[in-house]
């Protein structure tokens, strides 16, 4: 039992400092409301399916009175079966309404030209093991990223020889980084602050060294910074 008690107790201890939930960005903060609806309504879903298995459970049990009785046959319940086929079609649709409706916001396509020029572009380069990041104005950075609060930046992924990803756990979702093909990642209205950004995928003996550190400055500040 001592045993037992102390995986919970080491894992407590760890203290992980990555919390995706405690978002940073309207990104991040409609993925975690996403995850917390999914979260709520899977819990549901399973409490019902829990509280019925025991009842059956117990009600269908072996006593002294009922254990040498078969049980009666039933054929089916078509009333039962459209119940619950209904309920099931119904949750399904809940819960795709607001995924489909977040995922179409988060869509790397700016929704017109007007937000195309008013968002900020960063290119960004991935290789064995750091970032690079590459400004309008050209200026460069290594393994530090400056965007501006209150802003939709549009992240210009590519990788100079492996798969990596890129991520800012407290700003948004992680985006596969490929050799040789540019995806997008679109992060809308982050909040000023300091913020660590990682290589999320394995992409050799130093990986874990694939760290970058975020800044989102005010818009004022950010205009000064490119000009250094």
Same mark, same amino acid.
């Given at each position: 039992?001592?045993?037992?008690?102390? &995986? #919970? &107790?080491?894992?407590?201890?760890?203290?992980?400092?990555?919390?995706?939930?405690?978002?940073? @960005?309207?990104? !991040?903060?409609?993925?975690?409301?996403?995850?917390?609806?999914?979260? !709520?309504?899977?819990?549901?879903?399973?409490?019902?399916?829990?509280? /019925?298995?025991?009842?059956?459970?117990?009600?269908?049990?072996? +006593?002294?009175?009922?254990?040498?009785?078969? #049980?009666?046959?039933?054929?089916?319940?078509?009333?039962?079966?459209?119940?619950?086929?209904?309920?099931?079609? /119904?949750?399904?649709?809940?819960?795709? %309404?607001? +995924?489909?409706?977040?995922?179409?916001?988060?869509?790397?396509?700016? @929704? @017109?030209?007007?937000?195309?020029?008013?968002? $900020?572009?960063?290119? $960004?380069?991935?290789?064995?093991?750091?970032?690079?990041?590459?400004?309008?104005?050209?200026?460069?950075?290594?393994?530090? /990223? %400056?965007? #501006?609060?209150?802003?939709?930046?549009?992240?210009?992924? &590519?990788?100079?020889?492996? &798969?990596? @990803?890129?991520?800012? #756990?407290?700003?948004?979702?992680?985006?596969? %980084?490929?050799?040789?093909?540019?995806?997008?990642?679109?992060?809308?209205?982050?909040?000023?602050?300091?913020?660590?950004?990682?290589?999320?995928?394995?992409?050799?003996?130093?990986?874990?060294?694939?760290?970058?550190?975020?800044?989102?400055?005010?818009?004022?500040?950010?205009?000064?910074?490119?000009?250094?």
């Amino acid at each position: 039992m001592k045993k037992l008690l102390t &995986i #919970p &107790i080491l894992l407590l201890l760890a203290g992980c400092d990555i919390n995706v939930l405690d978002a940073k @960005s309207e990104t !991040g903060q409609d993925q975690a409301f996403l995850i917390w609806f999914s979260f !709520g309504l899977m819990m549901i879903v399973l409490v019902v399916v829990f509280v /019925l298995f025991a009842r059956f459970v117990w009600k269908y049990r072996e +006593t002294d009175q009922n254990k040498h009785t078969l #049980p009666k046959d039933v054929k089916g319940n078509k009333k039962l079966e459209i119940t619950w086929t209904t309920l099931a079609i /119904l949750l399904l649709v809940v819960l795709a %309404v607001p +995924t489909v409706a977040i995922t179409y916001d988060q869509s790397p396509v700016l @929704s @017109s030209s007007e937000e195309a020029e008013q968002a $900020v572009h960063v290119n $960004v380069t991935g290789q064995q093991f750091f970032w690079t990041f590459e400004y309008e104005n050209g200026k460069e950075t290594t393994n530090k /990223l %400056v965007i #501006p609060a209150n802003k939709t930046i549009v992240f210009h992924l &590519i990788s100079k020889d492996v &798969i990596h @990803s890129f991520w800012i #756990p407290q700003l948004g979702g992680k985006t596969d %980084v490929l050799p040789g093909k540019e995806l997008l990642y679109k992060l809308k209205n982050p909040k000023e602050g300091t913020y660590e950004g990682k290589c999320a995928e394995f992409c050799g003996v130093q990986h874990t060294k694939m760290q970058f550190t975020t800044r989102v400055v005010s818009n004022e500040e950010y205009e000064n910074w490119l000009k250094e």
